[in-house]
């Protein structure tokens, strides 16, 4: 008989190597997402409805209904948003000229300066969650999370590339 040499056993994995599955690996990063896109547009008396309304007009200048198509708005509800973030100063309505019954919405300098100011942050915020994956990972969670809202912007008639202004 030999004697027994104590082996350690393997390391356990770590709970960052564990895989959630797909829907709430996705619905924790959405949180994730959307706490930090909560604290950040909170600092600036936003809402993230009005956060995700100045990053549409930051690109784009669409009508109210291309806007509520954007944001799953109806109508109604788009009316208020747009109000309260131009009494605030942040966008401006006019007559659309390519159709005078419709509006089209812009975002003002103020409005274009508040929206940066988060964005930055934002990112920053965005970029120390992604740190801990290499560089790899980093540029395929970009392409997949490209694909999926694309798909999803697509089937909803949304162009998600800016226009030319």
């Known amino acids: 008989m030999t004697p027994s040499h104590d082996v350690p056993p393997p390391p356990a994995p770590s709970p960052a190597d564990e895989d959630l599955g797909l829907v709430d690996a996705l ?11 909560s604290e950040l547009a909170g600092q600036h008396d936003l809402s993230i409805t ?4 100045l990053g549409i007009l930051r690109d784009r200048e669409p009508t109210m209904n291309q806007l509520g198509r ?27 000229a390519l159709d005078r019954r419709s509006y089209q ?30 560089e790899t990972d980093r540029a395929l969670l970009s392409r997949l999370a ?7 912007a697509q089937a909803r008639g949304i162009n998600l590339r800016t226009t030319p202004r």
Request: glycine residues 6%; aromatic residues 2%; positive net charge.
């Open 27 to 37: 619905a924790q990063l959405s949180f994730l997402v959307q706490d930090a896109l």
């Open 50 to 53: 009005q956060t995700r309304l």
């Open 70 to 96: 954007h944001l799953g708005l109806d109508k109604s509800s788009v009316t208020g948003l747009v109000d309260r973030a131009q009494r605030r100063g942040l966008v401006t309505r006019t007559v659309s």
């Open 105 to 134: 919405v812009s975002i003002t300098d103020a409005g274009r300066q508040l929206v940066e100011q988060v964005a930055t942050r934002f990112a920053e915020r965005i970029e120390q969650c992604a740190a801990p994956l290499p």
């Open 146 to 152: 490209t694909r999926i809202v694309s798909a999803d």
